[in-house]
């Protein structure tokens, strides 16, 4: 059985500055351009019995080649934005949010979702 366990201390989870979107993800101290968040979560292929049990997490998961990549860990928090300061990052099975510019201690931290949850959702 895997077993996730968030540890990354320079993030936190509060409300989002963006009207209507619940919580979002927040640096907890100053970051620099090109520090990492790693994307903790199962796996899942595309189209599989397991891809269609988790049908309401469709929105949040993330492709990774032919899988699917189910967040769990704080990472899961980042919200949408159309001047994004984090972009999503392959490097084999694992996924990676890293930051495109310094930010402050307090600042939101948010990347572009994929066309299709912007055209699900009615995102611009």
Excluded: W
Excluded at 5 to 31: C, H, K, M, Q, W
Excluded at 81 to 102: C, H, M, T, W, Y
Excluded at 105 to 117: I, K, Q
Aim: glycine fraction near 8%.
């Amino acid at each position: 059985m895997m077993v996730l366990d968030e540890t990354d201390p320079r993030f936190y989870a509060a409300r989002s500055t963006i009207p209507g979107a619940g919580n979002g993800l927040f640096a907890r101290v100053a970051l620099c351009a090109g520090d990492r968040l790693e994307v903790l979560g199962p796996l899942v292929r595309a189209d599989s019995v397991s891809d269609r049990c988790t049908a309401f997490e469709d929105e949040y998961k993330l492709r990774v080649g032919e899988l699917l990549l189910i967040p769990c860990g704080i990472a899961a928090l980042a919200n949408h934005s159309a001047q994004p300061n984090l972009e999503k990052v392959i490097e084999g099975e694992s996924v990676f949010l890293r930051l495109l510019v310094d930010v402050a201690a307090g600042d939101e931290l948010c990347f572009s979702y994929s066309d299709y949850a912007r055209t699900r959702y009615g995102i611009a």
